[in-house]
């Protein structure tokens, strides 16, 4: 049991310290802005991610206090079985809590949480220890998501000038043409889908079922910027039949929508922002920052195109799991720890296996994210933590350059709607066989 205490607190201290030293860099004016709905001011999310932990397991376990319930509307951020909750808009507006304040509740969470997982009976530790892994996922999917809120919230300033880089360019190997993609074959059959290697997992991940995968190939890298511009150089974003009709309705008739999130053009040439400032378009770099519409109208105009790939499309969340279980390809890549915080160009040619299946980009699927067969909700107010959004959403799969690599397994089941651009998202393709 000593073992295990000390096991659970380091985890917890450990993911506590990555998201704050992710913080560390803003100046106190970045921690309140909001410059989209989606997007919450840095002040919500230090708070919120320890609300989590005082909400769904201090709680439970009878260390809730006086603090953490004056923020229960504050910070509830859509869980309509802990009560009401703000929209989420209104994050932006407020002048309180204080940054200070929002630190000074943080510790008081931290500090409450490490003598919980001290001083809990043998008989409670099994229930704190799930308790307390939710509660560390959670947090880890907000160390993501505040680095995607880190990057919206310093390119939004229109004067270039004004822009003040979030982190140092970190070093990477040097950009490669990555040569001409290839479509890797897979052979159809009937498959486990789902968990199928055990341990935690989120409860969309369940239940673990059988299903029949037709004959597919799957494109062995992500598309990159240079095949991306061409269908932008096409006229692919002026081709009204290339796209579906919720997009052209919601973004393009309204000229939402002209290039990938951070693209601008400068004197003729395309650069693009990242967290250590602006970078001239490497053309080798997987395409990020695009939509599922994007992705998908990519896809569609491939197939126009390319006599080559006249049944390309983007692949199926099951054609992605089985092709990642499969090649047993190795859940390695580019995450948050190598410091770059942007999507690297493949490392070389290789063609046997799908490479960059893990980190970069998250990678759209075509899949509507719905419940597996079997499926069930989390207990209690978790219920709703991935059920409500099982609805007008599409999965990704394979994480981030900005994802903690140990949060990720083959059958993780990311979700976004399908004109969200400012998360770390891209695409490779898949190809009929049959």
């Not at 932008?232 to 796209?243: H, P, Q, S, T």
């Amino acid at each position: 049991m000593p073992e295990k205490r000390e096991q659970l607190l380091g985890r917890f201290l450990a993911v506590q310290g990555t998201f704050e030293a992710l913080c560390r860099p803003l100046t106190a004016e970045e921690h309140r802005v909001q410059p989209i709905v989606e997007v919450s001011p840095p002040w919500w999310s230090v708070m919120h991610t320890s609300w989590f932990y005082a909400r769904n397991i201090l709680r439970e376990l009878g260390e809730y206090l006086d603090e953490d319930r004056k923020y229960d509307v504050l910070l509830n951020s859509y869980y309509h079985a802990l009560g009401p909750y703000l929209e989420q808009w209104i994050r932006g507006r407020l002048s309180e809590p204080t940054n200070g304040q929002a630190y000074a509740y943080r510790s008081s969470v931290q500090e409450r949480v490490k003598r919980l997982i001290s001083a809990t009976g043998a008989d409670n530790f099994p229930r704190l220890g799930f308790l307390m892994e939710i509660g560390v996922n959670h947090e880890e999917q907000h160390i993501e998501l505040l680095l995607t809120e880190i990057k919206r919230i310093k390119g939004g300033n229109p004067v270039l000038q004004l822009r003040r880089p979030y982190a140092a360019a970190a070093e990477s190997s040097d950009s490669r043409q990555p040569g001409a993609p290839v479509f890797l074959p897979f052979p159809g059959g009937s498959a486990l889908f789902g968990n199928v290697e055990g341990g935690w997992c989120w409860d969309n991940e369940l239940g673990i079922h059988h299903y029949q995968v037709r004959d597919f190939a799957l494109m062995n890298r992500p598309v990159n910027n240079g095949e991306y511009l061409e269908f932008m150089e096409d006229g692919g974003y002026r081709e009204a039949g290339l796209w579906l009709s919720s997009a052209y309705d919601l973004l393009l008739k309204k000229e939402l929508l002209h290039a990938p999130l951070y693209w601008e053009k400068i004197d003729g040439e395309w650069w693009n922002w990242t967290l250590a400032g602006m970078k001239k378009l490497d053309p080798w770099e997987p395409v990020c920052h695009v939509n599922f519409y994007e992705a998908h109208a990519y896809a569609s105009w491939k197939a126009q195109t390319d006599r080559r790939c006249t049944l390309v499309r983007l692949p199926t969340e099951h054609e992605w799991e089985y092709a990642a279980r499969v090649s047993g390809v190795a859940l390695e890549g580019n995450f948050l720890e190598s410091g770059l915080f942007h999507p690297r160009a493949s490392g070389g040619n290789r063609a046997e296996l799908p490479e960059q299946l893990f980190g970069d980009v998250w990678e759209w699927t075509t899949s509507h994210y719905e419940p597996y067969p079997g499926y069930r909700a989390f207990p209690g107010g978790l219920c709703e933590y991935n059920s409500k959004f099982m609805n007008n959403q599409r999965v990704l799969r394979g994480g981030s350059c900005a994802t903690p690599s140990d949060h990720l397994r083959v059958s993780y089941r990311n979700f976004w709607a399908p004109a969200t651009q400012f998360q770390f998202t891209g695409f490779r393709l898949a190809l009929d066989l049959d």
